[in-house]
């Protein structure tokens, strides 16, 4: 794989793209968010509600090593519903986690206010990692009672679900220090509503998917003054495919549009 | 500026990046047509109805650069109606175009089967350049009276529209060889389905819009293998902004998806 920028650019070994991403230490309340997402170069996020279908074999080898940087990988309940999710990491980025003071395998999370999930699904099953379900207070509770033996349950917010309240659990509960959020949009849009996201990893498929389709976020438009300013951190490139990492500035502190 | 790709990358005049495009000899019956967009990370192509407000003052001045390989610049009449349009470039370009055997000024088309377009618009009175409106048997002989003093009209398809039948039009009846598309989607949707993008331009601009927005392609979503692939020509970078220019390869003779 090619590494465009940072110059001087060079060939990389894939593993070693995204090996140690150099996260910085999280806010003290929150944990620090990077995302994650693929699409198409006209932004398609998903094709017949599945991401897994976009990106290539290189662009689910990178995912697997982003992972291997976070404490917990967090998805919304609509992911979890439309397409087969497992967020473990290979055995042989196992003993690399744990030398680095991380658990051998991330913590899987899944957001949804209702804790209406399809629990028959192997997500909740697998032996390979434990669950969270984020919820919220609306949830009935004969729900998280079937959902207990399967995962741990995390109830945050007053009246409703709040989703800056369930990371700031996250982090002083369950000590998730590096979360790394997979989608999907609605999801998406919860945190840049709420001002979460600290990095985003993009992958940039080359095709057109032509059109009606969900795009990476599913929110109300912005106002340009609030729109959150990236900045570009690295471009590496496999086979006319990209794969972007930005930072995410505050769009309070950008400087204006022109 | 700096190019990222091809390599090795190196610092470049801005006015330098797509100056000369080397384009292709077009085919035979139709002009050889590249699509230039801006859009936000998350694929919005439109704020508030205007691409103009999402790229920077470079992404406009390469726009421009671009322009000046072209014989006409194409937009569809929703562009024409929500935005102030002069696809004209600056003189400075005249003198390099002649030498390369083009007109001064590139051509202005408008693509509208119905021919309803806001007359009054700056666009239809500019001594700068000349307009042609492409247009489709359904639209009344009214109408087309009225915009004949202001552009030269011309009708393609038996019955309804046809985009592909105006393309040979503009080859065969005015010499059109680079055609230059700058959108909207709707129009964007239209090549893409009739198969005559040849390649494509796009700058991304480092932010997030939100949700709710026009995209690239405003059409239905294509299967998998009807999804034109991409390749990769070039990468340029200035403060975040990535220009990328692909060559659109045909769906059919793509590599099966992963």
Redesign the interface.
């Known amino acids: 794989m090619?590494r465009?920028?940072p110059?001087?650019?060079t060939e990389v070994p894939l593993d070693q793209v995204y090996r140690d991403l150099g996260w910085p230490e999280p806010p003290p309340d929150r944990p620090f968010v990077a995302l994650n997402m693929v699409?198409?170069?006209?932004?398609?996020?998903a094709?017949d509600h599945q991401a897994q279908?976009i990106g290539?074999?290189t662009d689910h080898r990178l995912m697997r090593c982003i992972r291997a940087n976070a404490d917990a990988v967090m998805i919304g309940a609509g992911t979890l519903r439309a397409e087969s999710v497992d967020p473990s990491v290979p055995a042989a980025f196992e003993v690399e986690r744990v030398q680095r003071g991380l658990q051998p395998q991330p913590l899987a999370i899944v957001v949804s206010a209702s804790a209406e999930l399809p629990l028959q699904r192997s997500f909740f099953h697998s032996p390979r990692f434990q669950r969270v379900v984020l919820t919220g207070p609306e949830a009935p509770e004969d729900r998280l009672r079937r959902l207990r033996p399967l995962a741990q349950v995390v109830v945050a917010g007053t009246g409703a679900f709040d989703l800056a309240a369930g990371l700031r659990r996250l982090r002083q509960q369950l000590g998730v220090r590096w979360l790394l959020a997979e989608g999907g949009?609605t999801l998406n849009?919860a945190l840049?509503?709420a001002e979460l996201l600290d990095e985003?990893f993009?992958t940039v498929a080359?095709?057109?998917?032509?059109?009606?389709?969900p795009?990476?976020?599913?929110?109300?438009?912005?106002p340009?003054e609030?729109?959150?300013?990236?900045?570009?951190r690295s471009?590496h490139?496999q086979d006319?495919e990209?794969y972007?990492r930005?930072q995410?500035g505050s769009a309070h502190h950008?400087p204006p549009?022109?």
């Open positions: 090619q465009l920028y110059l001087p650019s699409t198409t170069v006209d932004g398609a996020a094709l279908p290539s074999a949009p849009a840049l509503a985003l993009w080359p095709r057109l998917a032509g059109g009606q389709a795009t990476m976020v599913a929110g109300p438009l912005l340009a609030r729109q959150p300013r990236l900045i570009l471009v490139l006319s990209l972007l930005y995410v950008a549009a022109e």
